[in-house]
Nanobody
């Protein structure tokens, strides 16, 4: 099982940017598809983005396409989420997720089994 720790959250004004980081330990991170999810107050957790093991494939929720970019550095056992043009609707706890896979592509959005503790992102208007 891989352990995941998020960092980089905080308070930012609307229109601003943040970069979230997720540090993985316990297993070779290159075996895992990685993703980001978020949960706003009184809402269900929702998918944000995912990236394949090599970084060659990505998937984004429609609500963040063109604003957020997911990337990874397997040498550092890390995955990142660059968030631009933030709006108050992006306010949420952001969770890093990972799923070990033998394939080179992506996994189903509901197919993640390892989760971090989350980092709060608050966007003020």
């Amino acid at each position: 099982q891989v352990q995941l720790v998020e960092s980089g959250g905080g308070l930012v004004q609307a229109g601003g940017s943040l970069r979230l980081s997720c540090a993985a330990s316990g297993r070779s991170f290159s075996w895992y598809t990685a993703g980001w999810f978020r949960q706003a107050p009184e809402k269900e957790r929702e998918f944000v983005a995912m990236i394949s093991r090599s970084g060659g494939s990505t998937d984004y929720a429609d609500s963040v396409k063109g604003r957020f970019t997911i990337s990874r550095d397997n040498a550092k056992n890390a995955v990142y989420l660059r968030m631009n043009s933030l709006t108050p609707e992006d306010t949420a706890v952001y969770y890093c997720a990972a799923q070990r896979t033998s394939g080179s592509g992506l996994v189903p959005r509901d197919g993640f089994g390892s989760w971090g503790q989350g980092t709060q992102v608050t966007v003020s208007s």
